[in-house]
T-cell receptor, first 114, second 117 residues
Framework: AQSVTQLDSHVSVSEGTPVLLRCNYSSSYSPSLFWYVQHPNKGLQLLLKYTSAATLVKGINGFEAEFKKSETSFHLTKPSAHMSDAAEYFCVVILDNYGQNFVFGPGTRLSVLP | GAVVSQHPSWVICKSGTSVKIECRSLDFQATTMFWYRQFPKQSLMLMATSNEGSKATYEQGVEKDKFLINHASLTLSTLTVTSAHPEDSSFYIC?????????????FGPGTRLTVL
């Protein structure tokens, strides 16, 4: 069965320090993987996506993620956290080639301390 | 482009009443739309897949008679929560998959906060 795991339910960093949000997936084939961000009481915003092209994917707001097939991982990183990055982050695995079968990870809440 | 709207953004209703939530794709057509529910501090859970001109497909455990879905056009899907109860209070998010183009993703609406008193 395909699934996605986010190892940390909550990550806290200081402003200006690096961010690492971990995501591991389980899939019987090479999946498409997305990262979304959700600010409080808001909808989802796409940060970046991997669809079997370059393994290092750059997204919006300085975020990037690297697809590592050998580790079945798609960790999200940012060199320097900003206060506005505080939000909930979801890793999503796509189970088909048409983008119609999404499986959401449990989410990681990122706190950014001044 | 690829904007999805939801209306209302929040709604408060009394127990036993029905509430309709609209999901619109503003600048593209979507044969398929999706309805998700998100409880506080939890992830999104797919409730149903809405297909234009046909019946919706519900996920296991979701009551189709309670959560009525209508996808009457290529830009509009509605979710009606019938006889709402406090346990139906949640954040409901829709998404839309473009009919044309090479998109392999869904575009999400801003969500609707439902509170049932």
């Amino acid at each position: 069965a395909q699934s996605v795991t986010q190892l940390d339910s909550h990550v806290s960093v200081s402003e200006g320090t690096p961010v690492l949000l971990r995501c591991n997936y389980s899939s019987s084939y090479s999946p498409s993987l997305f990262w979304y961000v959700q600010h409080p009481n808001k909808g989802l915003q796409l940060l970046l996506k991997y669809t079997s092209a370059a393994t290092l994917v750059k997204g919006i707001n300085g975020f990037e993620a690297e697809f590592k097939k050998s580790e079945t991982s798609f960790h999200l990183t940012k060199p320097s956290a900003h206060m506005s990055d505080a939000a909930e982050y979801f890793c999503v695995v796509i189970l088909d080639n048409y983008g119609q079968n999404f499986v959401f990870g449990p989410g990681t809440r990122l706190s950014v301390l001044p | 482009g690829a904007v999805v709207s939801q209306h209302p953004s929040w709604v408060i209703c009394k127990s036993g009443t029905s509430v309709k939530i609209e999901c619109r794709s503003l600048d593209f057509q979507a044969t398929t739309m999706f309805w998700y529910r998100q409880f506080p501090k939890q992830s999104l859970m797919l409730m149903a897949t809405s297909n234009e001109g046909s019946k919706a497909t519900y996920e296991q455990g979701v009551e189709k008679d309670k959560f009525l879905i209508n996808h009457a056009s290529l830009t509009l899907s509605t979710l009606t929560v019938t006889s709402a109860h406090p346990e139906d209070s949640s954040f409901y998010i829709c998404s839309a998959h473009p009919t044309s183009g090479s998109y392999n993703e869904q575009f999400f609406g801003p969500g609707t906060r439902l509170t049932v008193l």
